[in-house]
């Protein structure tokens, strides 16, 4: 049996080499790190004549996924990144499911790996997996798994504000994550930020982006009351809105008041004084006679 001391031994030597391991990385990072984000490009219009090659190997150019009417979300991935892209899809489909706007229907979702050498084959498996993930039939016309040479992928990248640098000492990506919201049209209308999307949050820039030509009563009444803060990435209850709007109805309602109270204090200082209703004195009669 190993003794108690033995074990604080190794709990030490693995702590100090652990924290070793993590400062000899983060010595070798920075420059990586300092490369990598997302800058917010909010109108930024995609180049939609850019070609890409879809998950059955068909050339597509951006446009074809752009009607006027639906809006569209693009996620920035590559398809044999080891852990980050898998969370974000899956975070992406867990959300998606949650919202009664459908893939296909209301929106679509345009999955493009910024990773040159990739095949149509892994964009194809991607797609059968998270379709079927989703689970709507309406997901296999509208999300599309692309895959596409340098040029495209730079010119893409850079239109939206995707930094990501390739990372010689693991041969993988360093890369931000996030979803980017498209309007009908094509042009950059709200950015998610990480993982963990609200699905609330998702459902409100979709409805937003499209000019409310989707989506319930229910979604216009909640945008009135929520505003989007660019800074978070989310919808946020716009208390400062309903109390600035609270002090411009009291404003106006005291400005009425006041307006009531002059004119109501002038037709009172116009009316005529009423006269002495006093009988007179007889002719010649003086009233001091004795």
Same mark, same amino acid.
């Given at each position: ?23 000899? =990385? ?29 998950? $059955? ?12 009417? #639906? ?8 398809? +044999? ?26 929106? /679509? ?33 509208? =999300? ?21 640098? =390739? /990372? ?29 999307? /609200? ?11 499209? +000019?409310? #030509? ?16 660019? $800074? +978070?990435? #989310?919808?946020? =209850? ?28 002038? #037709? +009172? ?7 002495? /209703? ?13």
């Amino acid at each position: 049996m190993i003794s108690g001391r033995v074990v604080r031994i190794l709990q030490a030597g693995g702590c100090v080499a652990a924290l070793a391991a993590t400062t000899a =990385w983060a010595q070798t990072q920075p420059a990586i790190l300092n490369e990598i984000g997302i800058d917010q490009k909010l109108g930024a219009q995609l180049p939609l004549e850019l070609e890409f090659r879809d998950s $059955n190997g068909n050339a597509v150019r951006l446009g074809q996924f752009f009607d006027g009417r #639906k809006p569209a979300i693009l996620t920035l991935v590559y398809y +044999q990144c080891p852990m980050l892209c898998t969370l974000a899809l899956n975070d992406t489909v867990r959300a998606l499911k949650e919202i009664p706007q459908t893939i296909g229907e209301d929106f /679509d979702v345009i999955t493009v790996s910024f990773h040159p050498h990739e095949t149509p084959g892994l964009a194809a498996a991607k797609k059968r997996n998270y379709v079927q993930a989703y689970g709507r039939e309406s997901a296999e016309k509208g =999300w599309h798994f692309l895959v596409g040479d340098e040029t495209a992928i730079n010119r893409l990248t850079r239109t939206v504000g995707f930094r990501y640098r =390739w /990372d010689e000492n693991t041969n993988q990506y360093a890369h931000p994550t996030g979803l980017i919201v498209l309007t009908p049209t094509g042009a950059v209308a709200r950015y998610f930020f990480g993982i963990g999307y /609200d699905p609330k949050d998702v459902r409100l820039s979709l409805v937003e982006a499209s +000019q409310r #030509k989707i989506g319930s009563f229910t979604d216009y009444l909640l945008l009135s009351c929520y505003h989007f803060d660019p $800074n +978070q990435g #989310k919808y946020t =209850w716009a208390v400062m809105s309903t109390v600035r709007a609270g002090g411009v109805m009291t404003l106006a309602g005291l400005g009425t008041l006041i307006v009531f109270l002059l004119r109501r204090e002038r #037709k +009172q200082g116009a009316s005529p004084v009423a006269e002495t /209703d006093t009988a007179p004195s007889p002719a010649g009669h003086r009233s001091d006679d004795r």
